[in-house]
């Protein structure tokens, strides 16, 4: 299980020691981390100011470049072939977890045209303390699939667009009570009904939203400052009207174009390579998906030297929506 958690577990209140936490040592601060639940206390007194992180929470990991879909907007190399199979895949994520990472997130391209996926999520779940997360557009998401790795996965991301036909997955995976979120990416066209589709979503059983905010350089999906404006609106009201039973977040790469928007943590930086990392199909390992330069690290001892070397530097990526640019929408402004 991922973190020496004997060690920490003193730090925890009587009533949270049951269940099976994992320990993450943070800069000045101990998370704690129950992966079945999703549950996170973070642990902030001067009893732990002296621990450092050893780690990143989270792994974003692109199994391939394949898709059912061609969007328009996608960023990945579609040509770029990928590197992993079945073991070499397991065995990097399992030294991953040893490492002290918390979760794997998977996306691609389509990660269920990687082979023998769902046995693949299950074997990982079994065999590491990490919770297992992938992003899909849905197109291929099954009722045997879905009951298949039922228990093994933290959760899934279901990519809604415009045109993907979202509603039918929607309504699948809310049907077979997975564990499910949706990334929504909000480009100009949304804006128009956006009230309406939120009312769609929860009537589908959405309860999980992540709003995505474009990063490119096509000025036509980026949102102009009238839109923010509204989108900052909508959202502060859908949070007021929606409390507690929905989770609504947004992609940290929005930066501090919607200031109104309360957050959970205070945070100037998103953390891409610190807190989290990407390793692409080929590879690969830079700070975050839409970093302009990458270094190859085929063993996760690459990955480890990577993070280590570079954690703190905090460089932004040359790409419009840059969360990291303050007041940056496209390259050149």
Known sequence: MTGPINTYRHYL??????????????DGKLLFFERDSGLNVLLESDKVAHL???????????????????????????????????????????????????EVAFGGGEPMLFPRWDEFISELYASTGLSVNFTTNGTLLTDDFLHSIAG???QIRLSIYEDNNWEVAVDKLAR??????????????????????????????????????????????LLEAGDLQQLERIVVQKYEQMGASVTLKLDACWGDSLPGVPRLFTTDDCGAGDDFLSVTCDKRVKPCSFFHES???????????????????????????????????????
């Not at 209140?13 to 943070?26: E, G, N, R, T």
């Not at 470049?65 to 070499?88: E, G, I, V």
């Not at 939120?198 to 999980?208: A, E, K, S, Y």
């Open 52 to 102: 450092q992180r050893v780690a990143p929470r989270t792994l974003l990991i692109g199994v391939t470049n394949d898709c059912t879909r061609a969007c328009s907007f996608c960023y990945q190399d579609r040509a770029a072939p990928s590197l992993w199979d079945y073991p070499s895949l397991l065995e990097f994520c399992r030294g991953a977890d040893a490492w002290g990472v918390l």
């Open 295 to 333: 270094v190859q690290a085929c063993t996760i001892d690459a990955v480890k030297a990577y993070w280590e070397q570079h954690r703190l530097a905090r460089t932004a990526a040359r790409i419009g929506g840059c969360g990291r640019v303050k007041q940056r929408m496209t390259l050149g402004e």
């Open 176 to 221: 077979c009570e997975a564990r499910f979120g949706v990334n929504w990416l909000i480009t100009p066209a949304w804006m128009t009904g956006i009230d309406a589709t939120f009312g769609r979503l929860l009537d589908l059983g959405v309860r999980d939203f992540l709003l995505i905010g474009y990063k490119g350089n096509d000025t036509s999906l």
């Open 13 to 26: 209140p009587p009533f949270l020691q049951p269940l099976p936490w994992q320990a993450h040592p943070l």
């Open 152 to 154: 093994c996965y933290g």
